[in-house]
């Protein structure tokens, strides 16, 4: 939620530089605080065997949506106004977060099977 918020923030706070160093602390914090969470929700629901590809797999797709970001990020700053691919970011944060947490509800991360 915090990456949602500050990614949507460099939409409308784009001439104050104390704000700029806020929001990059704060996607900083929550890239940081995602990626461990990740690699631990996986590690925890998935047997040893298959720990390895799993992570990998993870990392892949990573970096094709980061890759996605990007390309849509740039052609909305391009075709149109610098905030608004800002606000779709965050946009696309915020249903992240909702699906993960969605399955999260569903997904037992006692370790018992």
Known sequence: ??????????????????????????TGLATGVIEIAQKK???????????????GE??????????LA?????TLWTLGHPGWGFVAEGGWALAGVLMMTAALRHTDLSGSA
Request: hydrophobic content about 60%; proline content about 2%; overall charge positive.
């Open 1 to 26: 939620m915090i990456w949602a918020l500050a990614v949507t923030g460099f939409a409308f706070d784009r001439h104050n530089l104390v704000g700029w160093v806020i929001l990059f602390v704060a």
């Open 41 to 55: 929700v996986t590690v925890d629901i998935v047997p040893a065997s298959s720990r390895g590809r799993s992570l």
């Open 58 to 67: 993870i990392a892949a797709i990573r970096g094709f949506g980061q890759l």
């Open 70 to 74: 990007s390309v849509m990020i740039g």
